[in-house]
């Protein structure tokens, strides 16, 4: 074996860039993102990092917390492991120089967000996710270790005889097919919030980690849980920007548009109910009402204090016309986080030798049916960390570790109008706002689950027809991520946690994780393989 293995990171949020940094003192690594280094959903990320930073707060509550917002579906080992080793973390954080919000006195500034019984949330304003990632940015770019490849889409998995040695990918600049051999391939390829109408993620949040790992027969957990931020602001032109939980956890309050507050009536914490209990109220009322949002009332704050704390809210909704201290900001629910994902231990081993996976595209058992608040950068931090610990053991067997160009200019050249066409990703997110969205009914889940193989067959008669076209791998991975999520909606005949069923009100009384189906197709790299002409 090579003294120093060669790693590949897919994937380049917190978990990845930490992951790769913590890595890289013993290994080699390459890291890959589909865009720029710095487009992530961590990026987008605005509350903070749970963890007990404070004298009066403890692990047992954040354990039972993290518990009671999982709805009977956390494991409880993972979940005291993962909030264990979350102040450690911050320390190390704080130890290496990052600067978060921090009270006149110096101490740390926590703030709350719904479903935590205590303030615990770390942050650096209200940009947590941007400031930590242009930090390991400057660190990942500086490092001798670390190779990074920018606007590289990784195609399928290079998985033999169920041992992962690495990845196919696409350099989209230079459109060249590249084999990256390594010894362990680590996914931290985040959710896939971005195949909903409504959601609070980038565009590129597809489902990619997903959607690869399941065609290369990883096991797969807890897709139904989609779990919808209760607060985006509203916009009749599409996607905005997420209103922070934590505004709730300062004082503002969920109302409607005659200023009547209703979280009362739904759960004790109000506007700070765990989110999938906000979310359900505020379809229904906007549903019972007739009206296309509800509001969030901030007019209790003055212009300076919200200015001072939440400088990027405010700012944004001035740039959208509302001035939050004089007026409410109209809100509805939007897709935000996975709590399901692929199968993996707290060290991010999976079912596959050789494959790791952290962060959002894994499934542990920390967020059961629904996550609380701020534990998915906890979880990215700690996860990232405990497999930088364990890679030695996760490393398997390569003879060859250098990297195979081929040159596949597409098989047919085609124009951008001609991409939207053949993918047209809105009538997928709107499909999957209507059939599974926030309220799940059996017909609709159906209905979609029948429809979505058809659209998949298409996608692979377009690789066979144009080639493999990033733009059609992406939306490959959106429709096979849709059809997982559909699926096990459809099996849970229950509501819990983050899955509303209407046909299903009721919990069932022992509730256990779902595993999704087994992949039965060929890998996208095969479907393109066969189109080469043999010599
Ligand atoms: C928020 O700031 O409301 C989002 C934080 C999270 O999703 O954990």
């Given at each position: 074996m090579n003294p120093r293995p060669h790693i590949l990171v897919v994937g380049s949020g917190l978990a990845g860039m930490y992951y790769a940094l913590k890595v890289s003192s013993e290994a080699n690594v390459t890291l890959v993102c589909?865009?720029?280094?710095?487009?992530?959903n961590t990026f987008w990320a605005q509350g903070g990092i749970a963890s007990v930073m404070?004298?009066?707060?403890s692990i047992e509550k954040h354990i039972a917390d993290t518990i009671e917002a999982g709805d009977g579906l956390c494991d409880l080992n993972v979940v005291t492991e993962l909030l264990s080793k979350a102040p450690k973390v911050i320390e190390q954080l704080l130890h290496d120089g990052f600067n978060f919000t921090r009270n006149a006195d110096g101490t740390l500034n926590l703030s709350r967000e719904g479903?935590?019984?205590?303030?615990?949330v770390v942050h650096a304003q209200d940009r947590t996710g941007e400031y930590l990632i242009k930090n390991l940015t400057e660190k990942i770019k500086a490092h001798p270790q670390i190779t990074v490849l920018e606007n590289t889409q990784v195609v399928d998995l290079y998985v033999n005889e169920n041992i992962c040695t690495g990845a196919w990918a696409i350099n989209?600049?230079?459109n060249e097919l590249i084999l990256i051999r390594a010894n362990l391939t680590v996914l931290a390829t985040g959710g896939a919030g971005?195949?909903?109408?409504?959601?609070?993620?980038?565009?590129?949040?597809?489902g990619d980690g997903y959607a690869m790992a399941w065609r290369a027969g990883a096991l797969l957990s807890n897709m139904e849980f989609v779990q919808f931020h209760?607060?985006?602001?509203?916009s009749k032109n599409g996607n905005s920007f997420l209103i922070s939980e934590t505004l709730r956890g300062y004082g503002a309050e969920l109302k409607l548009p005659n200023g009547d507050s209703f979280m009362q009536h739904y759960h004790?914490?109000?506007?700070?109910?765990?989110r999938d209990i906000i979310s359900k109220a505020i379809a229904e009322q906007m549903q019972l009402n007739h009206i296309p949002c509800v509001y969030l009332d901030?007019?209790?704050?003055?212009e300076a204090e919200l200015q001072g704390k939440f400088p990027y809210i405010f700012g944004q909704c001035i740039k959208h016309g509302i001035n939050p201290s004089r007026q409410m900001i109209p809100v509805v629910p939007a897709a935000h986080?996975?709590?399901?994902?692929?199968l993996a231990d707290?060290?991010?081993?999976?079912?596959?030798?050789?494959l790791a996976v952290i962060g959002?595209?894994?499934?542990?058992?920390?967020?059961?049916a629904n996550r609380l608040a701020s534990n998915s950068l906890l979880e990215a931090l700690v996860m990232a960390d405990n497999c930088s610990k364990q890679t030695l053991q996760y490393l398997v067997d390569l003879e060859y570790t250098g990297e195979k160009f081929l040159n596949i200019a597409p098989v047919n050249l085609v124009s951008d109008e001609q991409i939207q066409k053949i993918t047209n990703p809105a009538e997928l997110q709107n499909m999957m706002w209507h059939f599974c969205g926030i309220i799940r009914t059996e017909s609709l889940l159906k209905l979609f689950k029948n429809i979505l193989p058809e659209q998949i067959k298409e996608v692979k008669n377009n690789i066979r027809e144009y080639g493999l076209l990033p733009a059609l791998i992406e939306q490959m991975n959106r429709l096979q991520t849709a059809f997982l999520v559909t699926d096990a909606a459809w099996k849970r005949k229950e509501s819990r946690g983050c899955h509303l069923y209407k046909n299903y009100p009721l919990k069932l009384s022992a509730g256990a994780k779902s595993i999704s189906i087994p992949y039965d197709g060929e890998q996208l790299i095969h479907i393109f393989e066969e189109t080469i002409p043999q010599k």
């Open positions: 589909k865009n720029q280094l710095f487009d992530s404070k004298e009066d707060d479903g935590h019984s205590e303030a615990r989209k600049t230079s971005g195949i909903f109408k409504k959601n609070t993620n980038p565009a590129g949040a597809t209760p607060t985006m602001f509203y004790k914490l109000g506007s700070l109910a765990p901030t007019t209790v704050f003055s986080y996975f709590c399901g994902g692929i707290t060290s991010g081993k999976t079912s596959i030798p050789g959002e595209s894994a499934c542990t058992g920390l967020h059961g």
